[in-house]
């Protein structure tokens, strides 16, 4: 994978960036990709936000 990133115009290499950054600290959730005609033209990040069960029957 190393080989491509190297390939990567620069476009494509701040795409890769953004992307990358988006995954970074995820701990629940996706990142979501759209393409169309082989290009990307959007991506999402949605996280979930866990809470410990335990908590909340402290209540």
């Known amino acids: 994978m190393n080989a491509d990133v190297h390939r990567l115009d620069e ?3 701040k795409l ?4 990358v950054q ?3 600290g995820l701990r629940y959730g996706s990142v ?3 393409v169309h ?3 990307v033209v959007q991506f999402e ?5 866990r809470f410990d ?7």
């Open 45 to 49: 990040r949605r996280e979930r936000v």
């Open 11 to 13: 476009t494509e290499f």
């Open 53 to 59: 069960r335990g908590e909340e029957s402290k209540r």
């Open 22 to 24: 988006a995954l970074r």
């Open 37 to 39: 005609d082989g290009r």
């Open 32 to 34: 979501e990709i759209v």
């Open 16 to 19: 890769a960036e953004r992307i």
